[in-house]
């Protein structure tokens, strides 16, 4: 397994990111993205934001996943 982790704040927000590779069961490379929101500004950023993140973050994942793939590394 391998994982990174990134923290981000700005005020009364704090995000925090994990990235975890880890192999799958069929010998690939399963990736996993998890994001946790705190603090008291989080649902006004989210109503701000967040549909445009989340879209933001599947392209990331899908261009991460065809950049792996078409390497050959799994």
Do not use: Y
Not at 41 to 53: D, I, R
Request: with cysteine; charged share 25%; hydrophobic share 40%.
């Amino acid at each position: 397994l391998t994982a990174m982790r990134a923290d981000g704040t700005v005020p009364s927000c704090r995000c925090r990111e994990r990235f975890d590779l880890a192999p799958a069961e069929d010998g690939g490379c399963r990736f996993v993205q998890n994001e946790e929101f705190h603090g008291v500004l989080v649902p006004l950023m989210l109503a701000m934001v967040g549909k445009s993140t989340e879209r933001g973050v599947h392209a990331m994942n899908q261009a991460f996943k065809a950049r792996i793939e078409g390497t050959g590394w799994t």
